[in-house]
């Protein structure tokens, strides 16, 4: 119907003027954007899902931003996927949350703080690994009733890393020294253009150990595993079939069979799924269109980049 509104305005009242032309024109735009406002405010009355899907996918950080190398324009911003997932939770028509997980992992605290989001929702909540949930995606998942994989997703990696670039015989070669101003003994722990102490080493080791406990911890109250078991595993990574049979892993299953449990649960025919994503204003979104197409060109002048402090991460 619209189609040929337009074609009348157009060919049949044939515009004399350009001002004519412009008048269709907008008269054309402005009906697009009233039924693009009524389908959304139909949409949020009359829903027609009860299912809330959040996808974890790329590198877990705080804001999404990619890391010093040039891997990928964006990974997963973890803020944004706390406030889908509170989002759901406050939506009343969403009865489960299905977490979708494609991560190797990323930085800690972020990943936590998706882990106790999904803790809190009010509702049956599903972790479904489907081609990686490594690291800090398992982390993730312990905070759910339960995780999901296929037969060949790859689980596990239960294990925290630190690492740093030592620089300091480069800097040796082309002449550059390294001058300490700091206050506070292990300020400067970790930096590129020096040799690690030997009380710095274990200074840096014991956070990694302390953040490794706590990765132990989660994972041993969320998936009621003994913390031995979980660190016998020694950070090992396992195909999705051989998590299942250690108990890393509570079922497997294609995304068809994961809806027909959920069905079950909810008891219905059949459930309906919403994928939710981050509300941002327009101007944010154009933003990280931006942010993509600056990076595909500066990847490819790229030849190296350089880490320049201590990293962590799970």
Not at 66 to 90: F, H, K, M, N, Y
Not at 169 to 179: F, I, T
Not at 273 to 290: D, T
Request: net charge negative; proline share 4%; charged share 30%.
């Amino acid at each position: 119907m619209l189609f040929a509104a337009a074609g009348v305005g157009l060919f049949v009242v044939y515009p004399e003027t350009l001002t004519d032309l412009f008048g269709i024109a907008f008269a054309i735009v402005v009906v697009l954007a009233g039924l693009r406002i009524a389908g959304n405010v139909a949409a949020s009355l009359f829903p027609d899902y009860d299912v809330a899907e959040v996808a974890v996918e790329g590198p877990i950080t705080r804001d999404g931003g990619s890391g010093p190398l040039p891997q990928s324009p964006r990974g997963t911003p973890a803020d944004d996927i706390v406030e889908q997932i509170d989002r759901a939770d406050e939506d009343e028509n969403v009865d489960a949350l299905l977490l979708k997980l494609n991560t190797p992992g990323g930085e800690v605290v972020p990943s936590d703080d998706i882990r106790l989001a999904a803790e809190r929702f009010d509702g049956p909540t599903i972790a479904y690994a489907t081609d990686v949930c490594a690291s800090g995606g398992y982390w993730i998942a312990s905070g759910c009733d339960e995780l999901w994989a296929r037969d060949g997703s790859i689980v596990g990696s239960i294990g925290v890393i630190g690492s740093r670039v030592n620089a300091s015989e480069l800097a040796d070669k082309v002449g550059l020294s390294y001058e300490r101003f700091a206050a506070g003994e292990y300020k400067d722990a970790g930096t590129p253009l020096k040799d690690l102490e030997e009380d710095e080493r274990e200074y840096l080791q014991g956070l990694i150990d302390d953040y490794y406990d706590t990765f132990v911890e989660r994972v041993s109250e969320g998936r009621d595993l003994e913390p031995e078991f979980v660190r016998d595993t020694e950070a090992r990574i396992y195909l999705g079939e051989s998590a299942h049979e250690l108990g890393l892993v509570d079922e497997l299953g294609t995304r068809r069979e994961i809806e027909e449990e959920l069905a079950d649960r909810l008891e219905t025919d059949e459930v309906a799924i919403e994928e939710f994503e981050p509300e941002r204003p327009l101007m944010a979104r154009v933003g990280a269109g931006a942010r993509t197409v600056a990076y595909a060109f500066g990847a490819g002048l790229a030849g190296i980049a350089a880490e320049r402090e201590f990293r962590l991460r799970t």
